[in-house]
């Protein structure tokens, strides 16, 4: 089976702040991507990472920015932490074939205040 | 732009129904669909997925059919229990021959004895 740990499951965090979320996955994907979840908006995709140092822009990727030095860690940093960033973020991870489900973590309920 | 759509947003059954869940999208040009389910503050775990060339995919008492034409998927839950109470979540590509995807805003299903 696919594991995708995220570091931690709830993060409190103050306005102005620098914050990293960490992925890591163990079963060799090419493609990890990271999500934010809010009630009424669903699932929206922030940034997404198609091989070691190369990624993309999402559909929201304002105030993140992202790292992928090794194949199986995508980590996702809020430069400045601002409220409007409290969130579940959620890291998924797919193999790069086009025929593979996604696979997610638990998820990290981050709340900035 | 791709649109996704699910109805209804939430549905309460008692246990031993049979239940579909709908799932719409806009651009047909789909190469595949997934279906996933959420538990309260988790991440998502992947139900199915249908390739463009399929029409239906069935795991246990799961059924999902795709009807790429009309811009349709339902997920059919044949006899339903308490453990099924979760929201439901499809997603497609947002463009052809790419892995990210495009997340309808789900249906809470909430099954009592």
């Known amino acids: 089976d696919v594991k995708v740990t995220q570091s931690s499951r709830y993060l409190v965090k103050r306005t102005g702040e620098k914050v990293f979320l960490e992925c890591v996955q163990d079963m060799d994907h090419e493609n990890m991507f990271w999500y934010r979840q809010d009630p009424g908006l669903g699932l929206r995709l922030i940034y997404f990472?198609?091989?070691?140092?190369?990624?993309e822009k999402g559909d929201i990727p304002e105030g993140y920015s992202v790292s992928r030095e090794k194949k199986e860690r995508f980590s996702l940093i809020l430069e400045s932490a601002s409220t409007n960033q409290t969130s579940m973020y959620l890291c998924?991870?797919?193999?790069?074939?086009?025929?593979?489900?996604?696979?997610f973590g638990d998820g990290t309920r981050l709340s900035i205040l | 732009k791709q649109e996704v759509t699910q109805i209804p947003a939430a549905l309460s059954v008692p246990e031993g129904e049979n239940l579909v869940l709908n799932c719409s999208f806009t651009?047909?040009?789909?190469?595949?669909l997934q279906w996933f389910r959420q538990d309260p503050g988790k991440g998502l775990t992947s139900l199915l997925l249908?390739?463009?060339?399929?029409r239906e995919q069935t795991s246990g008492r799961l059924n999902a059919s795709l009807d790429k034409s009309s811009g349709r998927s339902t997920l059919y839950i044949a006899a339903s229990q308490p453990g099924d109470s979760a929201t439901y979540l499809c997603a497609v590509p947002t463009s052809y021959n790419t892995d990210k995807l495009i997340f309808g805003t789900g249906t809470r299903l909430q099954v009592f004895p």
């Open positions: 990472s198609y091989d070691v140092k190369m990624k």
């Open positions: 651009d047909s040009a789909i190469y595949n």
């Open positions: 998924a991870t797919t193999t790069g074939a086009g025929d593979q489900p996604q696979h």
């Open positions: 249908i390739q463009s060339s399929q």
